[in-house]
Nanobody, 114 residues
């Protein structure tokens, strides 16, 4: 059974940082590219960042480039999203996604507000 469990969300002031984690189980994590998406209220789900199975390939949405960093630890079956210089428009529920199984996590809320 595939499981993706996100954590690390919360309330942060503009300019602050958060580190999201997504712990995976039930499939061969090291064989799967991973993605982070986000969905703000009233908006469609948006792709934020992608990382290849070995971590060598990464790609980012223009809106987060230079502020967010995606990484992974294949020994711990975990993918991370380091978010710096956060802005109010980054407020959303953040989801991780596993390519290999087409599976989603339950999401973690990130709120950026003074």
């Amino acid at each position: 059974q595939v499981q993706l469990v996100e954590s690390g969300g919360g309330l942060v002031q503009p300019g602050g940082s958060l580190r999201l984690s997504c712990a995976a189980s039930g499939f061969t994590f090291s064989n799967s590219a991973m993605r982070w998406y986000r969905q703000a209220p009233g908006k469609e789900r948006e792709l934020v960042a992608t990382i290849g199975s070995t971590g060598e390939y990464t790609n980012y949405a223009d809106s987060v480039k230079g502020r967010f960093t995606i990484s992974r630890d294949n020994t711990k079956n975990t993918v991370f999203l380091q978010m710096n210089s956060l802005k109010p428009e980054d407020t959303a529920v953040y989801y991780c996604y596993a390519f290999l199984r087409g599976s989603w996590g339950q999401g973690t809320q990130v709120t950026v507000s003074p």
